[in-house]
């Protein structure tokens, strides 16, 4: 890959992973309701999808699920439904102490990784990336020594900022009244994204 073509997948990647969606939803609430260490497994179930995904993307199997009109759409429920109803859950616990000592490193980390996972639209983002930046005249994996550390470290960068804004926001919502509708604002974000998943169309490679 050309310094020229890695810094288009650099910028483009910077975009994919800034613009907020379910992911950032979920860092800035765990930033807002949990110790700061325990919150950054959120950052690193998202660093496991995005591991996960970009390895599969390499193998072609992400374009294989966004040309399967069947998986697309099954996907697109299950992640649609999960999404509105964590925002459904979120608003009605909206007024109830966050429990920041009763969630287990293990669910902050399985829960991020559903969210993270179980959005087909991630599938869009990563054929987009190899679609548009990969080389077919260049080895895979040779490429993939340039593509994974540049991912994985802007994906690192931007997640971990979304987490320190939500741990900066539950420190200043210190009136219930805020707290309430901040994490209410959160929810139906989620419920949002979920609308907007189960609207969307299955993503198309590009030859």
Same mark, same amino acid.
């Given at each position: 890959? $050309?310094?020229?073509?890695?810094?288009?997948?650099?910028?483009?990647?910077?975009? %994919?992973?800034?613009? !907020?969606?379910?992911?950032?939803?979920?860092?800035?609430?765990?930033?807002?309701?949990?110790?700061? !260490? +325990?919150?950054?497994?959120?950052?690193?179930?998202?660093?496991?999808?995005?591991?996960?995904?970009?390895?599969? @993307?390499?193998?072609?199997?992400? /374009? &294989? #699920?966004? *040309? @399967?009109? *069947?998986?697309?759409? #099954?996907? +697109? &429920?299950?992640?649609?439904? %999960?999404?509105?109803?964590?925002?459904?859950?979120?608003?009605?616990?909206?007024? +109830?102490?966050? !429990?920041?000592?009763?969630?287990?490193?293990?669910?902050?980390?399985?829960?991020? &990784?559903?969210? /993270?996972?179980?959005?087909? +639209? $991630?599938?869009?983002?990563?054929?987009?990336?190899? @679609?548009? %930046?990969?080389?077919?005249?260049?080895?895979?994996?040779?490429?993939?020594?340039?593509?994974? !550390?540049?991912?994985?470290?802007?994906?690192?960068? $931007?997640?971990?900022?979304?987490?320190? &804004?939500?741990?900066?926001?539950?420190?200043? /919502?210190?009136?219930?009244? %805020?707290?309430?509708?901040?994490?209410?604002?959160? /929810?139906?974000?989620?419920? #949002?994204?979920?609308?907007?998943?189960?609207?969307?169309?299955?993503?198309?490679?590009?030859?």
């Amino acid at each position: 890959m $050309s310094f020229e073509a890695w810094t288009i997948f650099a910028l483009f990647w910077v975009v %994919f992973v800034t613009t !907020p969606g379910p992911n950032a939803v979920n860092c800035i609430s765990n930033g807002m309701s949990l110790p700061f !260490p +325990k919150a950054m497994l959120g950052v690193l179930a998202i660093l496991t999808q995005a591991s996960g995904f970009l390895i599969l @993307s390499a193998l072609g199997v992400t /374009a &294989l #699920i966004a *040309t @399967s009109p *069947t998986a697309f759409f #099954i996907a +697109k &429920l299950m992640g649609a439904g %999960f999404l509105i109803w964590l925002g459904v859950r979120g608003w009605m616990n909206a007024t +109830k102490p966050a !429990p920041a000592s009763e969630r287990p490193a293990r669910h902050v980390y399985l829960h991020a &990784l559903a969210v /993270a996972t179980i959005n087909p +639209k $991630s599938v869009a983002g990563y054929l987009a990336a190899f @679609s548009q %930046f990969v080389q077919p005249d260049v080895p895979i994996w040779q490429q993939m020594t340039v593509i994974m !550390p540049t991912a994985l470290v802007l994906t690192t960068l $931007s997640y971990t900022g979304f987490t320190v &804004l939500g741990a900066v926001m539950g420190k200043a /919502a210190l009136g219930a009244v %805020f707290n309430t509708w901040v994490r209410r604002v959160m /929810a139906t974000c989620f419920i #949002i994204y979920g609308v907007l998943l189960g609207a969307s169309t299955a993503p198309s490679a590009r030859g």
